[in-house]
């Protein structure tokens, strides 16, 4: 791509984060492009994003819980940051519209630390299966006390927890027993292996969760102002906002132009192995026909 002065009156493009989501608003206002990096439905009509939305989230959720696991006392505990809050409440509405509303829907916050009232809750519940919208250490922690506490029933994480902080928090083990509603990790997407190749030659790392979109994201946005000739936001996000079938290394991108959501956005159930890896379930990919690499992941 030839690099391009921005045009005057054009700021450059912006990326919202989930931290920053409160900006959007703002960018839009002042007439910038957006890419947004996030998943609360409150940040949908804000420029594009290649991520999976909650409202594409929770019914992936809701027919794990009630078509597979035949769960019909879900006990919910929830952090209330905005994404975990809207993915709990989509599901809770979702879970009482099949019939099944929640035994016990606990909030937490962010850091809190002293779970020990949360569990005790859950467990007078008496569920079949704990779920679990938190983030990284909290969510481990927590599925680490329910096992302990012997809460009894199944185990479900939602995305925001996925990645090493969970695993590490809960333990291998306990990690092992929970299933969890995320993204393909690197590996595991059939296109994305020479990303995963560069990658760890350049890094000496593993990609992380979230790496593979932010790539898709900005190869999005490159596309887009080279297409448009410069930054002009009307050009620049007129072509983000039509954007069908553009092959990216996380499958292929079509966006919905009235809400900026990727349409078929890959959620997946997934595993974690004796390595505190993720792993794509195969039940789950045999039965929605999701494409997995010939290679081996670790």
């Known amino acids: 791509m030839t690099r391009r002065r921005p ?51 929770a019914p992936v959720e809701a027919t794990e819980i009630t078509q597979v696991l035949h769960a019909t006392r879900v006990a919910m505990v929830y952090d209330t940051s905005t994404y975990t809050a809207g993915i709990a409440g989509r599901l809770r509405d979702l879970l009482t519209t099949a019939g099944h509303p929640p035994v016990a829907f606990q909030p937490i916050t962010e850091g809190q630390g002293d779970f020990s009232g949360v569990i005790s809750a859950v467990a007078a519940s008496h569920p079949d299966l704990v779920y679990i919208a938190a983030y990284g250490a909290d969510a481990g922690q927590i599925a680490r006390l329910a096992s302990q506490s012997n809460v009894g029933g199944g185990c479900l994480v939602d995305l925001a927890a996925q990645g090493p902080d969970f695993v590490g928090a809960a333990t291998v083990p306990v990690a092992q027993r929970c299933l969890n509603s995320g993204v393909p990790p690197a590996q595991q997407f059939a296109g994305a292996s020479q990303y995963v190749t560069n990658y760890t030659s350049a890094f000496h790392a593993t990609p992380g969760t979230w790496g593979t979109f932010t790539y898709d994201s900005m190869k999005l946005l490159a596309q887009a102002v080279t297409e448009a000739r410069g930054w002009s936001e009307a050009a620049v996000q007129s072509r983000l906002d039509h954007i069908v079938n553009y092959q990216g290394i996380t499958g292929a991108i079509t966006i919905e132009p009235k809400t900026g959501n990727r349409a078929n956005s890959p959620v997946v159930i997934l595993d974690v192995n004796a390595s505190g890896n993720y792993l794509i379930n195969r039940v789950w990919a045999q039965t929605a026909g999701f494409p997995l690499p010939t290679v081996t992941s670790p």
């Open 7 to 57: 045009q005057p009156g054009s700021p450059p493009p912006k990326a919202c984060w989930p931290s920053t989501s409160s900006a959007c608003p703002i960018y839009r206002s002042g007439g910038v492009s957006i890419v947004r990096l996030t998943s609360a439905g409150t940040t949908q009509g804000f420029g594009v994003t290649t991520q999976p939305m909650d409202v594409q989230v």
